[in-house]
């Protein structure tokens, strides 16, 4: 496996784990807003499943747009000003 592959892996993984983390954020606000009384079993369930599915939503939207600036970045003409620069 290349080091580019390893690198998306490891960009998904990130960016799933980011979208996880406020998904549960999300879902913390809904229990400490939501009074105790309008809460029933059925509706905080269905509520973290939403939280979380949206959280992980989201980290597939963080992937999709870090992999989309990483393909702009690389085909900008930034690249080649950075290698034909000279050095010292």
Known sequence: MSWGAV???VLLAGSLVLGLFTGVVGFWIFESKVPAAM???VLQTEARVY???AGLGLGFV???WTRIAA???R???VR???NTA???
Request: charged share 15%; proline share 4%; glycine share 16%.
């Open 7 to 9: 690198g998306r892996w």
């Open 39 to 41: 809460q029933t079993a």
């Open 51 to 53: 939280y979380l599915g």
């Open 62 to 64: 963080i992937y999709a």
């Open 71 to 73: 393909g702009i970045a």
């Open 75 to 77: 085909r900008s003409g």
């Open 80 to 82: 080649s000003v950075r």
């Open 86 to 88: 000279p050095t010292r």
